[in-house]
C-alpha cells in the first residue's frame, strides 16, 4: 500500500503545482489578451472605414441581435468628428470548413458597402482561403446596399464572380454581406 500512496501524493502534488500556475498564467494574461484583440478589431473596422476615428459598439436590443435568426453577431458605429459615417457589422456565416468571422463596412455618405475583411476563418487552404485576401474584398467594395448574388460567370451590378472550387465560401461571404445589408435596410435606412 506504501508504494501507491507515495507515488500517487507526489502525482497529486505536481498536478496541483501545474493547475495553480495554468490558473494564475491565465489570469495574468486575460487582460492584455483582450486588449490585443480590441486593438486588432479597431485596425480591422479603421481599414474598412478609413476617415473613422472612433468606433461605438450598438446594444444587442437595438443593433437586432435579440431576434437574431442570421450569423450577425455585434454591430459598431463609425465616427468622425462626433459626426456617424458609417457602421460596421460583424458576422459569422457557415462557410466550407466553418464559422468564417468577418466585418462588413457600410459608408453612411456613398450609401454603399465600404468593404469588408475576414477576421478568421477556416476554409481550405489555396481555394477558399481567397476569401481572405484583399482581391476578393475589392469585389465588395462600393458595391450598392441592393441584395448581392453569386454567379460562375461575368458578374453585373448585383452579382460577384465566385471563388473558383469554392462557391460555398463565397457564398457564405455574400449572404453575410447582404445580411449586413438587410440590417441597415431595417435599422438605419427604415426600409
Known amino acids: 500500500m506504501?508504494?501507491?500512496i507515495k507515488p500517487a501524493s507526489y502525482l497529486f502534488f505536481v498536478a496541483a503545482v501545474t493547475t495553480a500556475l495554468l490558473v494564475l498564467?491565465?489570469?495574468v494574461t486575460l487582460e492584455p489578451i483582450a486588449n490585443q484583440h480590441k486593438k486588432a478589431r479597431e485596425k480591422m473596422m479603421r481599414e474598412i472605414l478609413t476617415r473613422a476615428d472612433a468606433f461605438q459598439e450598438i446594444p444587442a436590443e437595438k443593433a437586432g441581435k435579440a431576434e437574431k435568426s442570421g450569423s450577425l453577431d455585434r454591430v459598431f458605429e463609425a465616427f468622425n468628428g462626433g459626426e456617424t459615417i458609417g457602421w460596421i457589422v460583424e458576422l459569422s456565416p457557415g462557410g466550407y470548413g466553418g464559422a468564417i468571422n468577418m466585418m462588413v463596412g457600410i459608408s453612411k455618405e456613398d450609401d454603399a458597402v465600404a468593404g469588408i475583411r475576414v477576421l478568421r476563418h477556416s476554409e481550405t487552404p489555396g481555394l477558399g482561403a481567397l476569401a481572405a485576401t484583399e482581391r476578393f474584398y475589392s469585389k465588395y467594395e462600393g458595391r450598392k446596399l441592393?441584395?448581392?448574388k453569386v454567379v460562375r460567370s461575368r458578374p453585373?451590378?448585383?452579382e460577384i464572380?465566385?471563388?473558383t472550387s469554392a462557391t460555398i465560401t463565397t457564398q457564405a461571404v455574400t449572404d453575410?454581406?447582404?445580411e449586413?445589408?438587410?440590417w441597415y435596410a431595417e435599422r438605419v435606412s427604415g426600409e
Do not use: C, E, S
Open 25 to 27: 498564467t491565465h489570469a
Open 146 to 148: 441592393v441584395p448581392l
Open 180 to 182: 449586413a445589408i438587410k
Open 2 to 4: 506504501k508504494h501507491v
Open 161 to 163: 464572380d465566385a471563388i
Open 176 to 178: 453575410a454581406v447582404n
Open 156 to 158: 453585373h451590378d448585383d
